[in-house]
């Protein structure tokens, strides 16, 4: 395997090594395996003659500690699993082959589902095997081990002295206790059974796999160690002489390939080559319990007598001269041993005798060089053995064997390997201290097992898998896969200075800035409003305001509220934020404002989601999914944000402020512009064109619903009970005329059982269509349908004939609900539709369809099913290793049928889906009906595919918790953990097989599962949504398809050096400091249509196409660009490339540059003004079209030099046409009224740059504007230490004249899950000023439900967290009693998100007096959830919201009071 592909199986940091292959550093992170490799040099008589090196490398498959990763996982992967190779070669001098033979064997649990149970007491743990399909991916075991030791073909290909095999052999060695009332006993029995079932099945064809059943426990005991040995000797023979060993050679140099018989290897990895002569066929397999000790001391013993054979065909003898009758050269029953590599043998010309030539040593001999029998020591008893050979090479690989054990065993247990002394058998002196420390040493290390086992395995397998980057969604349930960008800094800063009470100051950049952690900044006095105009250095999605709070010993100087507006441009923010509260924090407190794009008032008003937030007696929270979500706008261009801060109390005095930052998602621009490795993948990304696999959806029969929502098959149709009445297609809308003679689907397989993970194997679909590649669906009823009338026509259709009165069930709404994403309709327009045929949409709700606590059951499952499938995914991509992907099969994850879909009958004897819906009368046609017919693996009922239940059932069915096992019906099998029980967190996810009816399934898990789709339908529009927001900024950005952005490889290496050439003359070695994405327009200018984009005019000189150029309508005379340097910088003048067209005389402009540290026009300067017509006059060359560039030349451009350089951050250039009549034309001169041939006027015609009609008139164009000068940095500027730091240091000191005090409360009472606390005073309480409230420790977690696709599972490649499409936001509403008996809202606080604990401080609008006061939780409480580490299952919950939302011990109410006043003992109760 070449370093650049290693074989995944045994690569540990493949995870970690991604994000360096993303960035095109593959390199800078090494291969890590884990294991053991060590060498050592032997030899006989006192000379060096070869080296053997022993590695041990264990598989990533099944990682784990002994007790959590014993016998197969759902990645067809045993605990402990160890390939072994043993590698002998003979060293050469510098230039000469090296010869080498190596042999391998594997070592690992037995591959069936099987597990221990540590008991309390120290009895030995319980073995139990699972009682329902314990063979389940044993095959796929055995196939992959096939697959990698097969060299049928290789050997057949070299030509090499092997016979051809035709089969592969997989010899298992089972060295367990097979004894009556030994605990191994039935892993023995199940061992045998397995390997029956894998040959009855005749999924192996070409493997052969036999057992060995070798009780080396047992062997030892009765018969001693030796004949233990020699027993194992007798039995390895056979197979291990079939399986054989790989022979070659090393060429130092490449040159000698052509002289090699055999596989040539070679890579860039090393300078020579390996010429492989002969391969292995087959693989030994050793096992006990926990492939430990009895695994390494038997492999030992068998990969001894390999090295003595591998030594013997390499010239190394290995004999002593104490053997007896095995010395005799010529007597082997004819054998004639082959040659090592570099002899000959001849014969004499004279006595015809032959002799043998050593090419290696130029040498010659009489002797056969290997007169010894092949294996011959196989027959040999131990004393033979020991007496017939030279120890010391024995003792050098037994001293491998033993650090390898330790290591495994201490990789595996926490501890060193037991019962070792075995492998110092053949050395007398060690032997003896290892037999005399044995005992001891076996019992030490058995109490450090069982500590290890029952006290850090799980923290050390959980540690394992993160190592992996397994289960992270398990580990970091909140964690962000892309981290948020931070724009606002280091190049972002304030349009407008920040008024200040200090009389010199920064003008605020020190707000922006990360060093200044402990800044507090001061406002001007009696500021009633502070309000930022941000900058940002780079364009992205603005997702979150940060907040530092800082103040004084006053903590109510900070500001109350907050707005926040964005833009692209400085004209038309947008409102994103409007009177966020801004709690009263102690200084330092990082608080989060999540930021949603602007929403449309309209869809506020009709999905009735702003007016819940404020209604008196809001309902319970959407717990499902949320059915009213606001679709606010998603701008990857914003560039300019207006923080607006508002104080407590106008005019009380300053406010104060600490580190203001902007967080956002920016798209790869660098990688864009430098054509990196990233860019092309991101473009593909962006235009769909990567074919992303559902694993949950098959190709064949799949689901209905998905395959209309991709398009891939017709959808199923209705038909009323007349025959003479047309069909009518509800997923369309479009009329069918009926087929009278169509006949049903006679059954054509029947399926006994299906892989489970198989399901994760299945076709492409994009539920939601993006909004500019939507497709439009053609209905007979019009030319064109919009998606609202057939969303109406559909629900119409579902609802039947008397529609208006009759309520759809939760089933009919969800598939109605899956409807409305595939017509690619928002909540809002959802809405509207109805309300337009006088439909609630409350009514249509699918939380208003169920009781609450079948509700909350229905919540758990669903989460239940989303980690299940989660982890099914990320097994089936690890299984797929050395496997390939599995076959594709007819029933999919979800399995949910269309409207009107029904069962056909025929074979299907479960008839679950035979019902009529409403107001019509539904018959199967071929189209609907399924193909194949499958056998339930519960009730053994035959079933077809809309009988089916999805695959995701099975997770569910296999799922043994707490919180399911009440209403799902099942229950452990056995007390299995291990082969019953699908979890989350380990990578034993599913055990169940085949296919379940929705018969067998009960009611929640069906309900579940559509559930589970719709919410995939939801996260794919929110990804679509992203993506189409990045298609349109890469249009505004570079005018022309993405498609074409990326150009060749090649040819981009050349164009970019041909521009950085080029921009080095255009700036005369000076920077260019208006480039895109750091500079920007501070305005928009009016463009013409078929024009280049605005922000192509500061893109880099490579990007674009070189015919495209940017152009005002031809009614704008006058244009002005203001140009946002990247930086404070000292500008040395401005470059205009002229666009390809040319100039004219009509329209050359007259350019006019200003430049200015701030916005306001007053203050900026003028550097220059220039006509360009005296430039087109006398100089030809920006007449006319452009010649196409070579190499070196640089385009027509004209350059504006300043006097003197100006220090500045924005640049106005204005261009205005020459007006006929006008000074700048002169009609004498410039026109020939004889000849318009002459006209300087006349030009060309003048196509748009992207398309577009022919253009004359004359326009301001241009293609590039480039600032040229020196970035200087901006260097902050510290307050002064004067008179105004010292007033407004004492001010910050100076202590507030009341402090908060907790009032007293008689009894509080949780309710509504705690969700809604009510406080009862007592009667003489003072008037209520505010609420403490402590932050909440519950995360937004990010999995909540099933992949939609195996390619992206971790949410790498997409563009936006789903969580920052749209946010989770929630409020507390305060309602108080008043005098009238009823409940008033005093106020509503939107919360911003701050550390667990945090205490939070808010004043009402005004103090009150009351007995009675209630704080409600609202807004989206199911997005939150509670840290798997700190979740409490004591007691089942109807709601399943999380704990670290509860209002206990959070709320305490206080007032305002001089301390002094109240005296030291009435100060203790301070808030």
Same mark, same amino acid.
């Given at each position: 395997?070449?370093?650049?592909?290693?074989?995944?199986?045994?690569?540990?940091?493949?995870?970690?090594?991604?994000?360096?292959?993303?960035?095109?550093?593959?390199?800078?992170?090494?291969?890590?395996?884990?294991?053991?490799?060590?060498?050592?040099?032997?030899?006989?008589?006192?000379?060096?003659?070869?080296?053997?090196?022993?590695?041990?490398?264990?598989?990533?498959?099944?990682?784990?500690?002994?007790?959590?990763?014993?016998?197969?996982?759902?990645?067809?992967?045993?605990?402990?699993?160890?390939?072994?190779?043993?590698?002998?070669?003979?060293?050469?001098?510098?230039?000469?082959?090296?010869?080498?033979?190596?042999?391998?064997?594997?070592?690992?649990? %037995?591959?069936?589902?099987?597990?221990?149970?540590?008991?309390?007491?120290?009895?030995?743990?319980?073995?139990? &095997?699972?009682?329902?399909?314990?063979?389940?991916?044993?095959?796929?075991?055995?196939?992959?081990?096939?697959?990698?030791?097969?060299?049928?073909?290789?050997?057949?290909?070299?030509?090499?002295?092997?016979?051809?095999?035709?089969?592969?052999?997989?010899?298992?060695?089972?060295?367990?206790?097979?004894?009556?009332?030994?605990?191994?006993?039935?892993?023995?029995?199940?061992?045998?059974?397995?390997?029956?079932? #894998?040959?009855?099945?005749?999924?192996?064809?070409?493997?052969?796999?036999?057992?060995?059943?070798?009780?080396?426990?047992?062997?030892?005991?009765?018969?001693?160690?030796?004949?233990?040995?020699?027993?194992?000797?007798?039995?390895?023979?056979?197979?291990?002489?079939?399986?054989?060993?790989?022979?070659?050679?090393?060429?130092?140099?490449?040159?000698?390939?052509?002289?090699?018989?055999?596989?040539? #290897?070679?890579?860039?990895?090393?300078?020579?080559?390996?010429?492989?002569?002969?391969?292995?066929?087959?693989?030994?397999?050793?096992?006990?319990?926990?492939?430990?000790?009895?695994?390494?001391?038997?492999?030992?013993?068998?990969?001894?007598?390999?090295?003595?054979?591998?030594?013997?065909?390499?010239?190394?003898?290995?004999?002593?001269?104490?053997?007896?009758?095995?010395?005799?050269?010529?007597?082997?029953?004819?054998?004639?041993?082959?040659?090592?590599?570099?002899?000959?043998?001849?014969?004499?010309?004279?006595?015809?005798?032959?002799?043998?030539?050593?090419?290696?040593?130029?040498?010659?001999?009489?002797?056969?060089?290997?007169?010894?029998?092949?294996?011959?020591?196989?027959?040999?008893?131990?004393?033979?053995?020991?007496?017939?050979?030279?120890?010391?090479? !024995?003792?050098?690989?037994?001293?491998?064997?033993?650090?390898?054990?330790?290591?495994?065993?201490?990789?595996?247990?926490?501890?060193?390997?037991?019962?070792?002394?075995?492998?110092?058998?053949?050395?007398?002196?060690?032997?003896?201290?290892?037999?005399?420390?044995?005992?001891?040493?076996?019992?030490?290390?058995?109490?450090?097992?069982?500590?290890?086992?029952?006290?850090?395995?799980?923290?050390?397998?959980?540690?394992?898998?993160?190592?992996?980057?397994?289960?992270?969604?398990?580990?970091?349930?909140?964690?962000?896969?892309?981290?948020?960008?931070?724009?606002?800094?280091?190049?972002?800063?304030?349009?407008?200075?920040?008024?200040?009470?200090?009389?010199?100051?920064?003008?605020?950049?020190?707000?922006?800035?990360?060093?200044?952690?402990?800044? #507090?900044?001061?406002?001007?006095?009696?500021?009633?409003?502070?309000?930022?105009?941000?900058?940002?250095?780079?364009?992205?999605?603005?997702?979150?305001?940060?907040?530092?709070?800082?103040?004084?010993?006053?903590?109510?100087?900070?500001?109350?509220?907050?707005?926040?507006?964005?833009?692209?441009?400085?004209?038309?923010?947008?409102?994103?934020?409007?009177?966020?509260?801004?709690?009263?924090?102690?200084?330092?407190?990082?608080?989060?404002?999540?930021?949603?794009?602007?929403?449309?008032?309209?869809?506020?008003?009709?999905?009735?989601?702003?007016?819940?937030?404020?209604?008196?007696?809001?309902?319970?929270?959407?717990?499902?999914?949320?059915?009213?979500?606001?679709?606010?706008?998603?701008?990857?261009?914003?560039?300019?944000?207006?923080?607006?801060?508002?104080?407590?109390?106008?005019?009380?005095?300053?406010?104060?402020?600490?580190?203001?930052?902007?967080?956002?998602?920016?798209?790869?621009?660098?990688?864009?512009?430098?054509?990196?490795?990233?860019?092309?993948?991101?473009?593909?990304?962006?235009?769909?064109?990567?074919?992303?696999?559902?694993?949950?959806?098959?190709?064949?029969?799949?689901?209905?619903?998905?395959?209309? &929502?991709?398009?891939?098959?017709?959808?199923?149709?209705?038909?009323?009970?007349?025959?003479?009445?047309?069909?009518?297609?509800?997923?369309?809308?479009?009329?069918?005329?009926?087929?009278?003679?169509?006949?049903?689907?006679?059954?054509?397989?029947?399926?006994?059982?299906?892989?489970?993970?198989?399901?994760?194997?299945?076709?492409?679909?994009?539920?939601?269509?993006?909004?500019?590649?939507?497709?439009?669906?053609?209905?007979?009823?019009?030319?064109?349908?919009?998606?609202?009338?057939?969303?109406?026509?559909?629900?119409?259709?579902?609802?039947?004939?008397?529609?208006?009165?009759?309520?759809?069930?939760?089933?009919?709404?969800?598939?109605?609900?899956?409807?409305?994403?595939?017509?690619?309709?928002?909540?809002?327009?959802?809405?509207?539709?109805?309300?337009?045929?006088?439909?609630?949409?409350?009514?249509?709700?699918?939380?208003?369809?169920?009781?609450?606590?079948?509700?909350?059951?229905?919540?758990?499952?669903?989460?239940?099913?989303?980690?299940?499938?989660?982890?099914?995914?990320?097994?089936?991509?690890?299984?797929?290793?050395?496997?390939?992907?599995?076959?594709?099969?007819? !029933?999919?994850?979800?399995?949910?049928?269309?409207?009107?879909?029904?069962?056909?009958?025929?074979?299907?004897?479960?008839?679950?889906?035979?019902?009529?819906?409403?107001?019509?009368?539904?018959?199967?046609?071929?189209?609907?009906?399924?193909?194949?017919?499958?056998?339930?693996?519960?009730?053994?009922?035959?079933?077809?595919?809309?009988?089916?239940?999805?695959?995701?059932?099975?997770?569910?069915?296999?799922?043994?918790?707490?919180?399911?096992?009440?209403?799902?019906?099942?229950?452990?099998?056995?007390?299995?953990?291990?082969?019953?029980?699908?979890?989350?967190?380990?990578?034993?996810?599913?055990?169940?097989?085949?296919?379940?009816?929705?018969?067998?399934?009960?009611?929640?898990?069906?309900?579940?599962?559509?559930?589970?789709?719709?919410?995939?339908?939801?996260?794919?529009?929110?990804?679509?949504?992203?993506?189409?927001?990045?298609?349109?900024?890469?249009?505004?950005?570079?005018?022309?398809?993405?498609?074409?952005? %990326?150009?060749?490889?090649?040819?981009?290496?050349?164009?970019?050096?041909?521009?950085?050439?080029?921009?080095?003359?255009?700036?005369?070695?000076?920077?260019?400091?208006?480039?895109?994405?750091?500079?920007?327009?501070?305005?928009?200018?009016?463009?013409?249509?078929?024009?280049?984009?605005?922000?192509?005019?500061?893109?880099?000189?490579?990007?674009?196409?070189?015919?495209?150029?940017?152009?005002?309508?031809?009614?704008?005379?006058?244009?002005?660009?203001?140009?946002?340097?990247?930086?404070?910088?000292?500008?040395?003048?401005? !470059?205009?490339?002229?666009?390809?067209?040319?100039?004219?005389?009509?329209?050359?402009?007259?350019?006019?540059?200003?430049?200015?540290?701030?916005?306001?026009?007053?203050?900026?300067?003028?550097?220059?003004?220039?006509?360009?017509?005296?430039?087109?006059?006398?100089?030809?060359?920006?007449?006319?079209?452009?010649?196409?560039?070579?190499?070196?030349?640089?385009?027509?451009?004209?350059?504006?030099?300043?006097?003197?350089?100006?220090?500045?951050?924005?640049?106005?250039?204005?261009?205005?046409?020459?007006?006929?009549?006008?000074?700048?034309?002169?009609?004498?001169?410039?026109?020939?009224?004889?000849?318009?041939?002459?006209?300087?006027?006349?030009? %060309?015609?003048?196509?748009?740059?992207?398309?577009?009609?022919?253009?004359?008139?004359?326009?301001?164009? &241009?293609?590039?504007?480039?600032? !040229?000068?020196?970035?200087?940095?901006?260097?902050?500027?510290?307050?002064?230490?004067?008179?105004?730091?010292?007033?407004?240091?004492?001010?910050?000191?100076?202590?507030?004249?009341?402090?908060?005090?907790?009032?007293?409360?008689?009894?509080?009472?949780?309710?509504?899950?705690?969700?809604?606390?009510?406080?009862?005073?007592?009667?003489?309480?003072?008037?209520?000023?505010?609420?403490?409230?402590?932050?909440?420790?519950?995360?937004?977690?990010?999995?909540?439900?099933?992949?939609?696709?195996?390619?992206?599972?971790?949410?790498?490649?997409?563009?936006?967290?789903?969580?920052?499409?749209?946010?989770?936001?929630?409020?507390?509403?305060?309602?108080?009693?008043?005098?009238?008996?009823?409940?008033?809202?005093?106020?509503?606080?939107?919360?911003?998100?701050?550390?667990?604990?945090?205490?939070?401080?808010?004043?009402?609008?005004?103090?009150?007096?009351?007995?009675?006061?209630?704080?409600?939780?609202?807004?989206? %409480?199911?997005?939150?959830?509670?840290?798997?580490?700190?979740?409490?299952?004591?007691?089942?919950?109807?709601?399943?919201?999380?704990?670290?939302?509860?209002?206990?011990?959070?709320?305490?109410?206080?007032?305002?009071?001089?301390?002094?006043?109240?005296?030291?003992?009435?100060?203790?109760?301070?808030?």
């Amino acid at each position: 395997m070449p370093v650049q592909n290693p074989d995944d199986e045994f690569v540990w940091n493949k995870w970690f090594s991604v994000p360096f292959k993303n960035i095109g550093l593959p390199q800078h992170c090494v291969i890590l395996l884990q294991g053991f490799v060590e060498s050592k040099i032997f030899g006989s008589l006192g000379q060096q003659e070869g080296v053997v090196a022993l590695t041990a490398r264990r598989s990533r498959l099944h990682p784990g500690t002994r007790y959590l990763a014993r016998g197969l996982n759902s990645c067809y992967s045993t605990g402990n699993e160890v390939e072994c190779e043993q590698l002998v070669w003979v060293p050469k001098r510098a230039g000469q082959s090296v010869p080498f033979s190596t042999y391998i064997w594997r070592r690992g649990t %037995i591959p069936m589902w099987w597990g221990a149970e540590l008991k309390l007491t120290a009895a030995e743990a319980e073995i139990y &095997v699972s009682d329902r399909d314990p063979y389940k991916g044993s095959a796929q075991y055995y196939q992959r081990l096939s697959q990698r030791y097969d060299a049928r073909n290789l050997d057949a290909a070299v030509g090499g002295n092997q016979k051809k095999s035709a089969l592969v052999p997989v010899v298992c060695v089972n060295l367990l206790r097979n004894g009556e009332g030994k605990s191994e006993c039935i892993l023995v029995q199940h061992f045998e059974e397995s390997l029956n079932y #894998i040959r009855s099945t005749g999924k192996l064809p070409y493997t052969r796999i036999h057992l060995i059943n070798y009780d080396w426990h047992a062997s030892v005991k009765l018969k001693g160690e030796q004949q233990t040995i020699e027993g194992l000797w007798y039995l390895l023979k056979a197979p291990t002489v079939s399986i054989g060993i790989a022979e070659g050679d090393y060429l130092p140099t490449r040159e000698r390939i052509k002289n090699c018989k055999g596989e040539i #290897i070679l890579n860039d990895d090393y300078d020579g080559a390996f010429c492989l002569r002969s391969h292995q066929n087959g693989v030994i397999r050793f096992n006990c319990a926990d492939s430990l000790d009895r695994t390494n001391a038997a492999s030992f013993f068998g990969a001894l007598q390999v090295f003595m054979e591998q030594c013997r065909r390499l010239g190394i003898s290995l004999d002593s001269n104490m053997a007896y009758g095995y010395q005799s050269p010529g007597n082997n029953a004819g054998y004639v041993a082959p040659l090592p590599p570099g002899w000959e043998k001849r014969s004499d010309a004279v006595t015809g005798k032959a002799y043998y030539i050593d090419h290696n040593t130029r040498t010659t001999t009489w002797s056969h060089p290997c007169p010894d029998k092949p294996w011959k020591r196989f027959d040999m008893t131990f004393e033979e053995f020991r007496r017939s050979t030279i120890l010391s090479p !024995v003792s050098q690989l037994a001293d491998l064997f033993l650090a390898a054990g330790d290591i495994h065993a201490t990789l595996y247990t926490g501890s060193k390997a037991m019962h070792s002394q075995i492998l110092s058998i053949f050395n007398e002196e060690a032997g003896g201290k290892f037999k005399q420390f044995s005992a001891a040493q076996n019992m030490k290390i058995t109490l450090q097992r069982r500590y290890k086992n029952a006290v850090v395995d799980s923290s050390r397998q959980k540690q394992l898998q993160i190592f992996l980057g397994l289960r992270l969604f398990k580990h970091f349930p909140s964690a962000m896969i892309h981290p948020l960008h931070v724009p606002s800094r280091p190049f972002g800063c304030f349009l407008k200075p920040v008024p200040s009470m200090f009389t010199s100051s920064d003008g605020g950049a020190s707000l922006l800035s990360f060093k200044r952690k402990d800044l #507090i900044w001061v406002s001007a006095h009696a500021a009633d409003v502070v309000e930022l105009f941000i900058y940002l250095g780079e364009p992205c999605h603005v997702s979150q305001l940060l907040l530092t709070v800082a103040h004084g010993a006053d903590d109510t100087t900070f500001p109350s509220t907050v707005d926040v507006r964005t833009g692209r441009y400085l004209d038309g923010l947008k409102l994103v934020l409007e009177g966020a509260s801004v709690p009263q924090c102690a200084n330092g407190t990082n608080i989060v404002i999540p930021l949603t794009g602007p929403t449309s008032p309209e869809d506020m008003a009709v999905t009735g989601a702003g007016a819940r937030l404020h209604a008196q007696q809001p309902s319970n929270p959407f717990m499902l999914y949320d059915f009213e979500e606001l679709e606010g706008e998603l701008d990857f261009l914003t560039r300019f944000v207006a923080v607006t801060f508002y104080p407590a109390v106008p005019g009380r005095g300053p406010m104060t402020l600490g580190e203001v930052e902007i967080l956002g998602v920016s798209l790869p621009w660098r990688s864009l512009f430098s054509h990196g490795d990233g860019a092309a993948r991101f473009i593909e990304h962006v235009n769909g064109q990567t074919k992303e696999i559902n694993p949950f959806l098959s190709e064949t029969n799949s689901n209905t619903l998905a395959a209309v &929502v991709t398009n891939d098959r017709k959808p199923p149709s209705l038909q009323s009970e007349s025959s003479a009445i047309p069909l009518i297609d509800l997923l369309t809308g479009e009329v069918i005329l009926p087929d009278s003679n169509s006949q049903p689907v006679a059954e054509s397989v029947v399926h006994e059982g299906s892989d489970l993970l198989d399901f994760l194997d299945d076709v492409v679909t994009q539920p939601v269509s993006g909004g500019m590649n939507q497709s439009k669906i053609v209905s007979s009823q019009g030319p064109s349908d919009n998606g609202s009338q057939q969303y109406i026509r559909l629900f119409k259709l579902l609802a039947g004939s008397d529609w208006q009165d009759r309520s759809l069930d939760f089933m009919e709404s969800m598939k109605l609900e899956i409807e409305r994403f595939r017509l690619n309709l928002s909540a809002a327009e959802r809405d509207r539709a109805l309300l337009s045929i006088g439909i609630d949409p409350a009514s249509i709700n699918p939380h208003m369809l169920l009781e609450d606590s079948y509700m909350g059951q229905l919540y758990k499952v669903a989460s239940s099913l989303a980690l299940l499938g989660q982890a099914s995914i990320e097994d089936k991509i690890t299984a797929s290793i050395g496997l390939g992907t599995s076959d594709k099969k007819s !029933v999919d994850f979800w399995n949910i049928t269309a409207i009107g879909e029904r069962c056909s009958g025929g074979a299907c004897q479960v008839l679950a889906e035979t019902g009529q819906a409403a107001g019509a009368s539904l018959t199967s046609s071929s189209s609907m009906t399924s193909e194949s017919i499958f056998v339930c693996t519960e009730c053994r009922r035959k079933v077809c595919r809309v009988c089916s239940a999805g695959k995701g059932a099975h997770l569910l069915a296999s799922y043994n918790s707490k919180e399911n096992s009440a209403y799902n019906g099942v229950t452990s099998q056995g007390g299995s953990v291990h082969g019953n029980s699908a979890d989350a967190s380990s990578n034993h996810s599913a055990t169940l097989d085949g296919v379940m009816c929705k018969s067998c399934c009960n009611e929640v898990v069906l309900d579940a599962l559509i559930l589970d789709y719709v919410r995939v339908l939801i996260s794919q529009r929110r990804r679509t949504r992203a993506g189409d927001a990045a298609e349109k900024a890469l249009f505004h950005v570079f005018g022309l398809s993405s498609r074409n952005l %990326i150009p060749e490889r090649d040819e981009f290496l050349k164009s970019q050096g041909t521009a950085t050439k080029v921009l080095e003359k255009l700036t005369d070695g000076e920077e260019s400091l208006a480039e895109f994405p750091f500079a920007s327009f501070l305005h928009p200018v009016e463009t013409a249509a078929g024009s280049a984009p605005l922000l192509s005019l500061v893109a880099p000189l490579n990007s674009g196409s070189q015919e495209s150029y940017w152009r005002a309508p031809p009614s704008i005379s006058s244009v002005e660009f203001v140009i946002v340097l990247s930086d404070i910088s000292d500008v040395s003048g401005v !470059v205009l490339l002229v666009s390809p067209c040319g100039y004219s005389m009509s329209d050359a402009p007259t350019i006019q540059i200003w430049a200015s540290n701030k916005v306001d026009k007053e203050e900026r300067t003028c550097t220059g003004k220039w006509d360009m017509q005296s430039l087109v006059t006398s100089s030809s060359e920006l007449c006319g079209r452009e010649k196409s560039l070579q190499d070196g030349k640089l385009p027509r451009h004209v350059k504006f030099a300043f006097r003197n350089p100006v220090r500045c951050r924005i640049i106005w250039v204005t261009m205005r046409l020459p007006r006929l009549g006008s000074n700048s034309v002169n009609i004498e001169r410039d026109f020939n009224l004889f000849s318009m041939d002459e006209n300087p006027f006349a030009q %060309i015609d003048r196509r748009a740059s992207i398309g577009g009609e022919i253009n004359s008139d004359p326009c301001i164009h &241009v293609k590039r504007i480039l600032v !040229v000068g020196k970035s200087v940095g901006r260097e902050i500027v510290s307050s002064s230490q004067g008179s105004d730091q010292v007033n407004a240091k004492n001010w910050l000191e100076r202590a507030p004249p009341l402090n908060r005090f907790k009032i007293p409360i008689e009894v509080e009472r949780l309710i509504d899950n705690d969700l809604v606390l009510e406080q009862f005073l007592p009667p003489a309480s003072p008037m209520l000023a505010g609420f403490r409230l402590d932050g909440f420790s519950a995360i937004k977690h990010r999995v909540n439900h099933s992949p939609a696709s195996d390619v992206d599972i971790d949410g790498s490649n997409s563009l936006l967290d789903e969580r920052l499409t749209n946010p989770a936001v929630l409020y507390i509403q305060v309602s108080a009693l008043q005098e009238s008996h009823n409940m008033v809202t005093v106020a509503e606080y939107r919360l911003p998100e701050v550390k667990a604990n945090t205490p939070m401080y808010f004043d009402f609008p005004r103090q009150i007096s009351t007995r009675r006061v209630t704080f409600r939780l609202l807004g989206d %409480i199911a997005a939150f959830s509670d840290d798997p580490s700190e979740q409490d299952d004591s007691e089942f919950k109807a709601y399943p919201w999380a704990a670290g939302l509860s209002l206990a011990n959070r709320v305490k109410l206080y007032y305002y009071a001089d301390p002094y006043e109240l005296g030291k003992w009435a100060s203790l109760s301070a808030v």
